[in-house]
């Protein structure tokens, strides 16, 4: 499996010019944005073990990410 990092531009390049404006015009995203990117770049360094954690942790992680794109995702779709 190949451990890289889950950029939103990346995930979802057809949006990148929506999420550049709702990160400036909406509060509430830029707050999902941020939370996407911080729990992101942990995964990453957990998968990579540059900060190892347990399976239990990571997996929990995962799915925090999970739901934060599934959400900005709506948001995108709106």
């Not at 550049?20 to 729990?39: G, V």
């Not at 073990?49 to 948001?75: A, G, Q, V, W, Y």
Request: glycine share 0%; no cysteine; net charge negative.
């Amino acid at each position: 499996m190949s451990h890289v990092p889950h950029e939103l531009a990346e995930e979802f390049p057809e949006f990148k010019d929506k999420i550049h404006d709702l990160k400036s015009s909406n509060a509430h995203f830029l707050k999902l944005f941020d939370e996407y990117h911080e729990i992101n770049r942990a995964v990453h360094r957990a998968e990579t073990d540059i900060e190892p954690t347990d399976d239990l942790h990571l997996e929990d992680m995962r799915k925090k990410r999970l739901h934060l794109k599934d959400e900005i995702f709506s948001m995108l779709n709106a």
